[in-house]
């Protein structure tokens, strides 16, 4: 399973971005798909979740209502458009993949992407 994600850069605050994770080598159909993201010096952060099979969302309350994820199936790829961007969002945003029903805890996701820098000026 590869993950490869992309889309990041830097945005003043109040901006917008949206980040890409095409995913390839397996079938996604019972997988869940999460973002997740890291500060400088901080562990990683749950961002938003996304079953499969159910196509259900669960977001970070730091990020609900801002950021939308969405899944384009036809070409395996999952979308996290990010609007009101903060400075305190700023981190390397991951994409991953886990076997299995939805779960907030990185250390519970098998699959990740490289990760992409998204950096939002105040």
């Known amino acids: 399973v590869q993950l490869q994600a992309s889309g990041g850069g830097l945005v003043q605050a109040g901006g917008s971005l949206r980040l890409a994770c095409a995913a390839s080598?397996?079938?996604?159909?019972?997988?869940?798909l999460g973002w997740f993201r890291q500060a400088p010096g901080k562990e990683h952060e749950f961002v938003v979740a996304?079953?499969?099979?159910?196509?259900?969302?669960y977001y970070a309350d730091s990020v609900r209502g801002r950021f939308t994820v969405s899944i384009d199936n036809a070409e395996n790829t999952v979308f996290l458009q990010m609007n009101s961007l903060k400075p305190e969002d700023t981190a390397v945003y991951y994409c991953?993949?886990?076997?299995?029903?939805?779960?907030?805890?990185?250390?519970?996701?098998?699959?990740w992407g490289q990760g992409t820098l998204v950096t939002v000026s105040s």
């Open positions: 080598g397996r079938t996604f159909s019972t997988y869940t």
């Open positions: 991953a993949a886990r076997a299995g029903g939805l779960n907030v805890r990185h250390i519970h996701y098998d699959y």
């Open positions: 996304i079953p499969r099979h159910t196509s259900r969302p």
